[in-house]
């Protein structure tokens, strides 16, 4: 029976390694994805928010101040609701795969 037991003992130690190098893998596997596809793209996703919010700002300066224009502050809260409908439309309800609780 020692025999079946250190083969069974081996086996079991060749599974966790193997979890181990699976696991591993994973994670190498996401940080590649997220270094060379998903941080690249939130990057130029946050600079067009940025440019549309400067936009929306200027807008918003010119509606006040000593000659104020108000078809420019107009535009500016008509900005500001396209922006939240977009930030709606991508953060609708998801959940927090890493703990499983919905938002």
Sequence with gaps: MSG???????????HLRYRGALYRAAVEA???RLQTRAAPVLIAALNEFAGVESVQTELRN???GPDPHP?????SRE?????????QSIGGKRSDRSTGVSS
């Excluded at 083969?7 to 060749?14: G, I």
């Excluded at 078809?71 to 535009?75: C, F, K, M």
Aim: proline share 0%.
């Design 71 to 75: 078809e420019a502050l107009s535009a």
């Design 4 to 14: 079946l037991r250190a083969a069974s003992e081996h086996l079991a130690e060749l």
């Design 62 to 64: 010119r509606g006040f």
């Design 30 to 32: 996401a940080a590649w």
């Design 79 to 87: 900005i500001g609701r396209l922006i939240s409908t977009v930030r």
